[in-house]
């Protein structure tokens, strides 16, 4: 089992304040003999669209001595999630959750901005301080 990120309970109260349901957690994604566990999985009646929208959600805090590094391993998962998620649960929704501290600074940056646009990651952002979603990235 995966080891939760340092603010994987804070992202979870923040998702339910906005009236997300947490249905995994984790979310667990297997496909074939690769085994992947995304941090959260969560569904939202929408009226307008009478309908559900599902999301999975995997959290970063950026705490690591480089936050280069960090990012690296953002991308590469959430470039492997979605592509099982595409197979597995295409109505299913990846979103990577970003502290609002890491989006002011790291986050304005031309190459972040850049790989954030051409990889296609949808992202939120998230206050450390008042535990709720700032921003939705989509």
């Known amino acids: 089992m995966p080891v939760k990120d340092t603010f994987h309970d804070l992202v979870k109260r923040a998702l339910q304040k906005e009236g997300w349901n947490i249905t995994h957690d984790p979310l667990f994604l297997g496909w074939g003999e690769v085994d992947l566990y995304v941090d959260l999985g969560a569904e939202q009646v929408v009226a307008a669209q009478k309908g559900e ?48 501290e890491i989006y002011d600074s790291f986050f304005q940056r031309t190459f972040t901005r850049t790989v954030i646009s051409r990889q296609q990651i949808r992202f939120f952002v998230y206050d450390i301080q008042q535990e709720v979603i700032i921003l939705w990235e989509k």
């Open 53 to 100: 929208q599902k999301i999975a959600v995997e959290i970063k805090s950026f705490l690591a001595s480089s936050i280069m590094s960090d990012f690296h391993t953002a991308v590469g998962q959430y470039i492997d999630y979605r592509t099982v998620l595409e197979e597995s649960e295409p109505d299913r929704i990846l979103y990577l959750a970003v502290p609002l």
